[in-house]
């Protein structure tokens, strides 16, 4: 919950002794501090360290809500508006009324943790990307669904999203491509949206505060019960402790064998592999295989239950460990002995998102939450080595613990954003792996060169 104060946030930073010692005092970033100037409120998680320093009460600091952030955003209450067929309910009570497309929900709507995506395109590779699972989507962009849906754009066989909320009503496709409206394909698949939603207030309220737990419903008949709903996003644990993995990865073993996609051929087959790779799916994005397979490299994927022996039995020239949703530490219970026993086998290893923390757990660091995660196609990373900076697509709610990494971990990359790490590789291992997304292209292309990295390896050591 963010409240406003009943003194100006600008005479609270100051009482604290500046922005800096503000942000030093909380744990939080200076660019954190000048939001909740602008904001002018000041996240609620914040206020003992707040009352401590300033000597304010916590009765000074807890005071209601400010309701001008949205007009869409209101008190519990039973009364629909006017229009309205659905409906998204925070954990706190603050619920956002809109339009309802997609599927109809049943008795029990879905629940997830809220997060906002500032892409202005891709929106059907975000949804399919299994690392939004146990995540409602907020798209910044407003119009969603202008170029329809295709078969080739999707990440994964099912969208893993659990709900999807956008600003503009969905209108029909414009775009060659297209083979189905983003409205019947998310109905065909069983997932409920909802439009008109005031998404700038939303926003802005996942920044300041974090992301939020909440419940979407659409239901057919139109009735709604508010309480039970506010119940259902309050009672939900939340991402943390959560193990997903295990949710969207494969069921059992498979090769890969297509490659990127080329005008105006569309994707081709790679029928002359260099190197054997064992690709560990924690939730992979099909495009990423496909980098792997233009790479030269002959793919086989095996679930992410997969122990040690199931892995090396391929006789790997390298091992890669793919993006996915949910906890690493939880995750990390079953799949770090493994990388641990993957890595002292010698093969050269290469991680991405999920696969990055994982691999960091494995090689002695540590991870944490962060308030909002990074989601969108417009991050900026630097390069340690060369100084370049990567415009990268990022879709992660954890991060690695710089300061946790033992000394034979170096950092490769931060984020320019909020100086999380974005980057970490072994100096005495042929390991590494990033944060962000390589096989996608906001760059167009900044991060390819990873690919070539991990190949270059595996020659390396053959």
Known sequence: MVAAMPISINDIIDRMGGADAAA????????????WRQ???IPSRHWPAVSAATGLTMADLQTEPSNKASATMQDATDTVPPGATAVLVLADGTIFWGRGFGAHTQADAPVGEVCFNTGMTGYQETLTDPSFAGQIVTFTFPHIGNTGTNQADTEAATIAARGVVVKQDITDPSNWRSTQTLQAWLRAQGIVGIAGVDTRALTIRIRAGGAPNG???YPAAGRFDLAALRAQAAGWPGLEG???ARDVTCRQSYTWDETTWAWPAGTGRQDAPRHRVVAVDYGAKRNILRHLASAGCHVTVVPATASADDILRHRPDGVFLSNG???PAATGVYAVPVLRQVLDSGVPVFGICLGHQLLALALGGKTYKLERGHRGANQPVKDLATGKVEITS???GFAVDAASLPADVKVTHVSLFDGSNEGIASTTRPAFSVQYHPEASPGPSDSHYLFGRFVGMMERAG
Do not use: I
């Open 24 to 35: 030093h005092l909380t744990g939080v970033g200076t660019e954190a501090v000048r939001k």
């Open 39 to 41: 904001s002018r409120s």
């Open 325 to 327: 949703p949910g906890d």
């Open 394 to 396: 990022q879709n992660h």
């Open 215 to 217: 419940v979407l419903a």
């Open 242 to 244: 959560m193990d997903l």
